[in-house]
């Protein structure tokens, strides 16, 4: 891969649809992923919005084949493939390389707590070595609300170290600027993409010589997001944000993965969407009501969502 | 299977041999499993221990498929089958009740935190009912310092009511006996079997109405903590829980995964036992020399365990 092409902008972590009976929904999960394309959103499939780790190695590897059998760039794709067993991540990570994806985006393995740099080094080393693949770009996936195992800055340091061309960059999750900051601070200069993990830190991030960034909002708001990572050194580029952040605000009032496929179920009229995996659950009616009311009250749409 | 044949007494979480390539060595281990039934204990395998979600589940199933096929009684044993990925977990209870295992220890999902009991209620459910075995027995696994989803009082209510032949008992490795004591108070009477998380925790569990514990230390000690659960009545089981105490003090002062290793590789005169899997390391060797000085010091064996 030319690193001219590297992942840049918005991605979005796409809900994963499900049948009745809960297994995946490939036809839905196809269909969404072409619309998301069509507003300018990269596709960070199997992210934690994606409930990937609800799902079984066999289960992504067959929803990534549908996505590039049915004919979307796996350049505009960086599948989530880290985790908690080395030989899944191993696999999964070289399956997206076979299908020629842009970039994995990589938890660290998550069951074990307060595991040091040196264990997290070695096993993202172990995937790279293993894969073997110089155009490998991963992408180290800090979330420590959920996964509890955080990417330290000197981790990224030792992996650009040995591993510069694979080490591509990072999704912070963290909700905290000041590390989002940091990492920009010590690594975007050596061509570390630093991505914010939420649309709330896009203009701060590219602001700051980052890249862009892959959030769970982006599966229900993807043109305004990907227009302001287009123009945000236009003078309205803090406008553009506000207005960003309500919309974001809205949805943080209610769970976010059951909310996030209720307004796709409602706005894309078709009920199915609303489905989750356990450990989740739906969001009951009054839930749903009292989102799509305050989505409406904010002349929220989904164009060209309803088929 | 008979309940009167109920699985009772003293677990291994059985550390996992892995070959210097970071395979898993099914001889090592079907050899160290064979060593912990001759010593009176069962086997736990794929427990937090066992380093069991640094395995696929295809490397999981192989190796319980090993065990069997080497002649070691399933009724023995107790595989560790939760996963995050409902699918999974499936799949491996499912394999489990196919070898006829005696019951099956099941970590709740614990990628999501802060999941409703709703959610981790439908998660048990839809396993049970998929794997649909009536002979099922499911120990739910309560470990919230590492898997950081606890499993709560209602929880275990909802499921006793629900399905009360395969709600089978739990394992508790909260490390808060107030919490092992609630649960005996509120189910043990219902048959809800209570293993302690720790041998620590044995004599107090027995005299409380418990089953017996699960153990990381019974990995290396198994035959007095055996004894103990055997003799609790006994005037001396005081001094025995002392003693156990001490051999288990000793290995706490380390990473436990790492140091279970060193002394099965030392005192079995076997290197290759040492290998742990990423993101865990092995023990520095001052660390390890501290391990078995401190060990000696206290007069600790593993009889038998040499070939």
Same mark, same amino acid.
């Given at each position: ?8 902008? %918005?991605?979005?972590? %796409?809900?994963?649809?499900?049948? +009745? ?55 505009? /794709? *960086? @599948? ?7 030989? =899944?991540?191993?696999? /999964?990570?070289?399956?997206? *390389? ?7 985006? *990589? ?7 307060? #595991?040091?740099? =040196? ?26 609300? %959920?996964?509890? #195992? ?14 510069? +061309?694979?080490?591509?960059? /990072? ?16 690594? +975007? !200069? ?15 991030? /590219? ?10 909002? $982006? ?18 580029? =803090?406008?553009?944000? +506000? ?11 209610? @769970? ?8 796709? $179920? ?9 489905? &989750? ?7 009951? @009616? ?5 989102? &799509?009311?305050?989505?409406?009250? !904010?002349?929220?749409? *989904? ?5």
């Amino acid at each position: 891969m030319n690193d001219r092409q590297r992942i840049r902008g %918005v991605l979005s972590p %796409v809900v994963t649809p499900f049948k +009745a009976d809960l297994s995946p929904d490939p036809e839905r999960f196809v269909r969404q992923c072409r619309w998301l394309l069509s507003q300018n959103v990269g596709l960070a499939v199997f992210g934690t919005n994606s409930e990937a780790n609800s799902l079984s190695v066999e289960e992504k590897i067959e929803l990534l084949d549908r996505l590039v059998a049915a004919g979307l760039d796996p350049a505009r /794709m *960086m @599948p989530g493939t880290g985790h908690c067993a080395l030989t =899944d991540s191993v696999r /999964m990570t070289a399956h997206a *390389m076979k299908l020629g994806c842009g970039g994995v985006l *990589m938890l660290p393995p998550f069951y074990y707590k307060g #595991v040091s740099d =040196d264990g997290l080094f070695r096993s993202f080393a172990e995937v790279i070595e293993r894969v073997g693949e110089s155009r490998l770009r991963v992408y180290v996936y800090h979330i420590p609300p %959920v996964s509890q #195992v955080p990417i330290t800055l000197g981790l990224v340091e030792r992996l650009l170290k040995v591993y510069p +061309a694979q080490t591509a960059g /990072m999704k912070d999750s963290g909700g905290d600027w000041k590390n989002t900051q940091a990492f920009l601070d010590a690594f +975007a !200069r050596e061509g570390f993409d630093v991505f914010a993990g939420s649309e709330t830190f896009l203009l701060q991030n /590219m602001r700051h010589g980052g890249t862009g960034c892959i959030s769970a909002t $982006a599966n229900v708001n993807p043109g305004p997001i990907a227009h302001l990572f287009g123009t945000w050194q236009n003078a309205d580029a =803090d406008t553009q944000q +506000a207005r960003l952040d309500e919309i974001r605000g809205t949805f943080a009032k209610f @769970p976010m993965i059951p909310a996030l496929k209720a307004a796709i $179920a409602h706005h894309g009229g078709d009920p199915t969407w609303t489905t &989750v995996r356990p450990p989740l659950v739906e969001l009951t @009616p009054e839930q749903s009501n009292a989102l &799509v009311t305050e989505l409406d009250q !904010r002349n929220f749409t *989904m164009p060209g969502l309803r088929r």
